[in-house]
Every structure is written in C-alpha cells, then in structure tokens.
C-alpha cells in the first residue's frame, strides 16, 4: 500500500522469512547433492545444478500454489502466504538457472542458436512416431518448459505492488492464475520428459502425488468457501439482518457473515460493532481472519490496514474498504442488508452503536 515505488518494503518479519527460505533452499540442494554423488559419483556438475535447481524449483511451485488454499484451510499456515512473492521470485530464479543450463548442455554445441534448436530439434533429432507408432520417450517436452518459464517470469516480474496497483487488481489476479497453467505445462514437461527415463515407478508417484496434492487443497477449500456461503443469514424486513450474538465476536476479531451473496466482516473493538467488506483491497484477502491492531483491521495475508468506523486506510494511504451500517439490539449486532450504494469504495458514514 505504499505510495512510491520501492523494491522491497523490508520488515524483521520479511527478513525472517527470506533467511528461513535461503537456509531451507541451501540443505536441500546440499542434501540433493549429497544423494547424487552417494549414487552416482561421476554426475557432472552441469547435471547436478540443471536437476538440483528444477527439482528445488518445482517443488517451491508445488509449495506456492497449495500456500493459498491451506491457509483458508487453516490460519497457522498464515505465516507461509505473508511473502509468498518471494516465494514465487525465488523459484523463478531456479527454473531459470535450470533452464538456461539445459539449454547449453543440450542444445549449445551444434551448428544451430541454441534459441531456435530447443523449438526446432525434435523435428530432426526424434521422430515422435518412432517405428510407426508413438513414442512418448521422443516426445518434444521442452518447449513446454520454455513456455511455463516464460509464464512465469511475466509473474516475478509483476509480483510487486507497483504491478498489482498499476493493472488493477482484478486484472493483476487473473494474470497470475498463470500460476496453473504454467504448473500445467510442467508436469507436461516432467511427464513427458525426464520421467520416460526413469526406470523406477517412484518419481511417477511422487510426480502424481504432488499433482493430487495441488489439486487436492484447492477442492477442499473450495468445499469450505462454498458451504460458508450456503449459511447466508435470513433477510429481514427493515433492511438489517442478524449476524449473531454479541457475545460470540471476540473484542478486536471480526465474524464473518454472509449477506445478499457479500461477505461482510462485523467487528468488535472497544465494545462498538462496525461491518466491513470481507475483501482486502490488496489482494482480496480475507480481512475478517485477521484482527484490529493499534485501532486498525489488519489483513492477516499481507498487514494492509484500515480503520473499523470508515473502512478507510489511516493517512498517508487512501484504500478503503465498504462498509455496512450496524445496529446492536437485544444483544445482537445487525447489519445493514443493502450494499454500499456506489459499490465497494462507498464507506457508510455511521458508526456502530453502543450495545444495548
Ligand atoms: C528454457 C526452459 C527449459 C528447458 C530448456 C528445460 C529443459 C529440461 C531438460 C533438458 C530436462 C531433462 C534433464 C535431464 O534429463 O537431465 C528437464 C527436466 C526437468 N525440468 Fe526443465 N526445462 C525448462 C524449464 C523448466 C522449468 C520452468 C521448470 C520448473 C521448475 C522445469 C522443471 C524440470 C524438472 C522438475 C525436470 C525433471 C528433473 C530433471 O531431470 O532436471 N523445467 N528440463
Ligand atoms: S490481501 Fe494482502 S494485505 Fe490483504
């Protein structure tokens, strides 16, 4: 939510974070290593960087995509999302090393620019209809790397701030829903690729389980997204709804309700009730979850910041949330049913009232 550009915003928690990521990144290329020389003694350094990077890469892409829904899952794995883009810039940074090693190793020394042989090889080198029929170890399973990478160097590259507001966040979301297609063209890639060589049925498992975990998060949150959205509270006349009783919101947390298909968070601080959207204006993240630090929400993804009464970022900041008008009445907070008039920028003016 900063108002200039600067690379990183860096904070103790960041720094932290990054250290965990170096020092997790550097035991497991050591281990890897390790384990490839225990086995094989004479794997060529070439190879070990080009395996030990794309093994590490691919599996921080496994770790980024599932970030998200666990921890709609669950908020413990919060910590993990608050600087998932480093995450996603890291991993960049090995597929790309992998990437431009393999393209030396395999497609450097002929006659050809690397850059055109890894598009063009197949077609001399291997025919994929070998003997007649097809062959899947022939197949031209590089290419889908080069697209997955270009992919996701469009996304390192947009993944600061300056990015999300320039494109609108909308836009920017959808963007990196590349994310899924790049992991798409990679288990192409893996599949079709390195795994035709391997004899051992372990890496196909591990390679299915990863793809079933992926998978496998996503559906269950969906699942839990969609059954809190089937607990819509009952309308009522006068245009307010119960979201419950008083007592059951924790001073400084929200609870989360459904209203005409919005979700609405109703907060408690200073024994006064306000409701807000759900949404972060960052990047939609569930505000609700997270709770009022030093008189402000704070989004529990990233720690944007905004003030109960108005929805409105404190200065210099000027995002601001919509919100919803409360009444407290017979120790129930209710909530106004009717959306902001203007859509979501619109604060309601009133404040919410003392309980009664
Ligand atoms: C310019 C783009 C790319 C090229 C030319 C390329 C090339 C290759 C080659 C030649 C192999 C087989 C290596 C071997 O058998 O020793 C391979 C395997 C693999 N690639 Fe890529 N790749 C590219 C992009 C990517 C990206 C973006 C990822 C994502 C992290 C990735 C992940 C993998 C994995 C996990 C394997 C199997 C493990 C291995 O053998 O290294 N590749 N790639
Ligand atoms: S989604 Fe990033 S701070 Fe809310």
Same mark, same amino acid.
């Given at each position: ?166 494109? *609108? ?11 899924? &297609? ?25 390679? *299915? ?10 559906? &269950? ?43 609405? &968070? ?17 990047? *939609? ?17 990233? *720690? ?53």
């Amino acid at each position: 939510m900063g108002l200039s550009y600067r690379p990183v915003d860096w904070n103790r928690q960041k720094r932290i974070y990054d250290l965990t990521l170096l020092l997790v990144l550097v035991l497991s290329l050591s281990v890897f290593t390790g384990v490839s020389l225990w086995f094989s003694p004479n794997t060529t350094a070439e190879t070990l960087i080009i395996r030990g990077c794309s093994i590490s890469g691919f599996l921080l892409l496994h770790v980024i995509l599932c970030i998200g829904p666990l921890a709609r899952l669950d908020s413990r794995w919060l910590p993990l999302l608050y600087n998932r883009r480093h995450l996603g810039v890291t991993m960049f940074g090995l597929a790309g090393i992998h990437g431009v090693f393999s393209t030396i190793q395999f497609h450097a020394l002929g006659n050809e620019n690397p850059l055109v042989s890894l598009w063009t090889a197949y077609q001399r080198d291997y025919r994929i209809h070998a003997g007649g029929g097809w062959n899947l170890a022939q197949f031209p399973f590089e290419p889908f790397g080069v697209v997955a990478l270009l992919i996701l160097g469009v996304l390192a590259v947009t993944s600061h701030d300056f990015w999300l507001r320039n494109l *609108g966040a909308a836009f920017w979301k959808t963007l990196h829903l590349g994310g899924y &297609a790049a992991y798409g063209l990679l288990v192409v890639h893996v599949g079709l690729g390195a795994l035709q060589d391997e004899r051992s049925p372990v890496y196909v498992v591990l390679l *299915g389980l990863g793809f079933c975990t992926v998978t496998g998060v996503h559906l &269950a949150a969906a699942w839990k997204e969609a059954r809190m959205d089937r607990l819509e509270v009952a309308a009522r006349n006068d245009g307010f709804v119960d979201a419950g009783s008083t007592s059951a919101i924790p001073e400084g947390r929200a609870r989360v309700v459904v209203i005409s298909g919005q979700r609405i &968070a109703v907060w408690r601080h200073h024994d006064r009730f306000h409701a807000t959207s759900n949404v972060c204006r960052h990047q *939609g993240g569930p505000v609700g979850e997270g709770c009022i630090v030093d008189g402000c929400i704070t989004c529990p993804w990233h *720690g944007w910041n905004y003030r109960p009464e108005d929805g409105c970022s404190p200065p210099p900041f000027n995002e601001r949330l919509a919100t919803y008008a409360v009444r407290v009445f017979d120790g129930h907070v209710w909530v106004a049913t009717s959306p902001p008039p203007h859509g979501e920028f619109v604060a309601h003016p009133k404040e919410g009232l003392p309980v009664s």
